[in-house]
């Protein structure tokens, strides 16, 4: 059996304007459309979808990745950068690895710190290993 016919009974008033016969296609196979000649209504044509609308989600994905992925932590490195900037003698400081101590010198990219105030013991370490300014959150 080739064709596949469902047979369903519609009010007047919803019957489709046109009767058509679709059977299931193989590749080189023609579909075959009958139109009912009595009805006068129009016939619905298929509208084109513009190629940019459906591209329209994939742009918004990734609009909402760039925002979420990229542009926060870019955020967080200007602060930290402001934030060893702004760094000054006397300072408390935090390091990333947990270390407390005052700063005691800012050279380029090192800062040198003072963890122990009765042996005066000193560290040097980058300033990429500062996580946290305490003197400045506290006035904030």
């Known amino acids: 059996m080739d064709h596949t016919w469902i047979l369903a009974q519609v009010d007047i008033n919803e019957a489709p304007s046109r ?8 590749e080189g196979e023609a579909t075959v459309v009958v139109e009912d000649p009595n009805s006068t209504a129009p016939v619905d044509v298929p509208k084109k979808v513009n190629p940019l609308m459906q591209l329209l989600p994939i742009i918004a994905i990734f609009v909402v990745v760039y925002l979420f992925m990229l542009r926060g932590p870019r955020k ?5 950068k402001q934030m060893v900037q702004a760094l ?3 300072d408390r400081v935090r390091t990333i690895g947990g270390i407390l101590g005052t700063v005691v010198d800012v050279r380029g990219d090192e800062v040198t710190l ?3 105030e009765t042996n ?3 560290i040097r370490i980058s300033t990429s290993a500062i996580g946290k300014n305490l003197s400045h959150e506290s006035k904030d």
Request: glycine share 4%; charged share 25%.
């Open 114 to 116: 003072k963890v122990d």
């Open 120 to 122: 005066n013991t000193k």
């Open 88 to 90: 000054s003698k006397n």
């Open 19 to 26: 009767i058509g016969s679709e059977p299931a296609t193989t």
């Open 76 to 80: 967080q490195q200007q602060k930290h």
